[in-house]
């Protein structure tokens, strides 16, 4: 059952008609060359730790093995033997967390990092907690980097005895320019005789133009489109022992992107976003509303005067139903994505209504493009 279209849907087919202008204009803008692809080796590394946050008033982890036994192991380490109390001890002041940051590549030594903090046991808070030193190691199980510092939450909580707020997580934080650099990661350019450019959105068309590009800028056949996703760049020799000023000259070309015709639903939310190549053959669309509506008018049933009957409830319903007499319109060949959605909007059709329209032009093979469903 759908209800009547009203109004909205003339102000949702303007609002699909000036985003559409917005987004595609007349002449096809170009992108630079680090806007769509990365030069492989040349990235982020993820670093975790397990580290202890002290100083939390009470909204610490209960006893449990995991927190008391580091901190046992921490005590250790700096002269105080607690073995033996281990079953007496609680730390409600202290929190289990796991320590989490990206390295940047070529980063170093002394260097400051921001890092994640989260629980791992059942602590409340960590409002004011300041997190213990704490290694941080990467996936070669080397450490890279030593966190350590308050904890900040961007947030806060607190309670009374018949009510509580809270605002933000409280038991996930940050701590700006936390960890310092040990370790230096892996890469240097230089003797390098190529390098591989990787695109972030694999494609024929564009990897052949950022090759054909590349081979303009620098006056010769250096460059080769090898797949969809990787552009491999022979070095000249003049810049084998000094990359950085030919990736600083490569990075800043412009390419004409290309992409596949793509239509993506979003069934939760009613999004509709069509991309810029649809294209639809000559296809019949045929709209219709129909409503039912269905009304209770119960009625009392008073029996006469001295008689023996009892008063009763008497249910009554009235259904009335209804169809408008559904709209038909044709798309001819070679419709683009302007016409398509005004003409849907013509008929009334709302974001959800496009979604089923959409996908019933798709099943009949009328629709040239991939049709992704989220």
Same mark, same amino acid.
């Given at each position: 059952?759908?209800?009547?279209?009203?109004?909205?849907?003339?102000?949702?087919?303007?609002?699909?008609?000036?985003?559409?202008?917005?987004?595609?204009?007349?002449?096809?803008?170009?992108?630079?060359?680090? =806007?769509?692809?990365?030069? /492989?080796?040349?990235?982020?590394?993820? %670093?975790? #730790? +397990? !580290?202890?946050?002290?100083?939390? @008033?009470?909204?610490?982890?209960?006893?449990?093995?995991?927190?008391?036994?580091?901190?046992?192991?921490?005590?250790?380490?700096?002269?105080?033997?607690?073995?033996?109390?281990?079953?007496?001890?609680?730390?409600?002041?202290?929190?289990?967390?796991?320590?989490?940051?990206?390295?940047?590549?070529?980063?170093?030594?002394?260097?400051?990092?921001?890092?994640?903090?989260?629980?791992?046991?059942?602590?409340?808070?960590?409002?004011?907690?300041?997190?213990?030193?704490?290694?941080?190691?990467?996936?070669? =199980?080397?450490?890279?980097? /030593?966190?350590?510092?308050?904890?900040? %939450?961007? #947030? +806060? !909580?607190?309670?009374?005895?018949? @009510?509580?707020?809270?605002?933000?997580?409280?038991?996930?934080?940050?701590?700006?320019?936390?960890?310092?650099?040990?370790?230096?990661?892996?890469?240097?350019?230089?003797?390098?005789?190529?390098?591989?450019?990787?695109?972030?959105?694999?494609?024929?068309?564009?990897?052949?133009?950022?090759?054909?590009?590349?081979?303009?800028?620098?006056?010769?056949?250096?460059?080769?489109?090898?797949?969809?996703?990787?552009?491999?760049?022979?070095?000249?020799?003049?810049?084998?022992?000094?990359?950085?000023?030919?990736?600083?000259?490569?990075?800043?070309?412009?390419?004409?992107?290309?992409?596949?015709?793509?239509?993506?639903?979003?069934?939760?939310?009613?999004?509709?976003?069509?991309?810029?190549?649809?294209?639809?053959?000559?296809?019949?669309?045929?709209?219709?509303?129909?409503?039912?509506?269905?009304?209770?008018?119960?009625?009392?049933?008073?029996?006469?005067?001295?008689?023996?009957?009892?008063?009763?409830?008497?249910?009554?319903?009235?259904?009335?139903?209804?169809?408008?007499?559904?709209?038909?319109?044709?798309?001819?060949?070679?419709?683009?994505?302007?016409?398509?959605?005004?003409?849907?909007?013509?008929?009334?059709?709302?974001?959800?209504?496009?979604?089923?329209?959409?996908?019933?032009?798709?099943?009949?093979?009328?629709?040239?493009?991939?049709?992704?469903?989220?």
């Amino acid at each position: 059952m759908r209800r009547k279209a009203t109004t909205t849907s003339v102000r949702t087919g303007w609002f699909w008609l000036v985003l559409l202008a917005a987004l595609f204009p007349a002449a096809v803008q170009a992108e630079r060359i680090k =806007d769509i692809a990365d030069v /492989v080796g040349v990235r982020d590394n993820q %670093l975790m #730790g +397990y !580290g202890l946050v002290v100083g939390l @008033g009470g909204s610490g982890d209960s006893a449990n093995p995991m927190q008391l036994q580091s901190l046992v192991s921490m005590m250790e380490r700096r002269g105080i033997n607690l073995r033996d109390e281990v079953g007496n001890l609680e730390a409600p002041n202290v929190a289990a967390v796991m320590v989490t940051a990206e390295l940047p590549p070529f980063a170093s030594q002394g260097q400051n990092l921001d890092v994640t903090v989260s629980s791992l046991g059942d602590a409340e808070s960590l409002q004011g907690g300041t997190l213990l030193m704490t290694p941080l190691k990467g996936p070669d =199980d080397q450490v890279y980097a /030593v966190a350590q510092g308050a904890v900040s %939450l961007g #947030g +806060y !909580g607190a309670q009374g005895q018949a @009510g509580e707020t809270q605002v933000n997580h409280l038991t996930a934080g940050r701590i700006p320019n936390g960890a310092l650099v040990e370790r230096e990661p892996p890469g240097d350019l230089a003797g390098k005789q190529q390098l591989r450019l990787s695109l972030r959105r694999a494609d024929f068309t564009t990897a052949n133009r950022v090759a054909r590009s590349v081979d303009e800028e620098l006056g010769g056949d250096f460059a080769k489109a090898v797949d969809p996703s990787s552009v491999r760049v022979q070095i000249p020799s003049e810049y084998r022992s000094h990359v950085v000023p030919l990736m600083a000259r490569l990075e800043s070309l412009q390419v004409k992107t290309d992409r596949k015709a793509r239509v993506v639903l979003d069934e939760r939310t009613g999004t509709v976003i069509i991309g810029k190549h649809v294209r639809v053959h000559p296809v019949a669309v045929s709209h219709g509303n129909l409503s039912i509506k269905i009304t209770e008018k119960p009625q009392v049933s008073q029996p006469a005067s001295f008689g023996q009957g009892v008063t009763t409830v008497v249910p009554r319903t009235q259904i009335e139903a209804g169809e408008e007499e559904a709209d038909l319109i044709m798309l001819q060949p070679g419709v683009d994505l302007s016409s398509l959605v005004g003409a849907l909007n013509s008929i009334g059709a709302s974001s959800r209504d496009l979604i089923a329209i959409l996908r019933a032009i798709k099943e009949a093979g009328a629709l040239s493009a991939e049709l992704k469903i989220i």
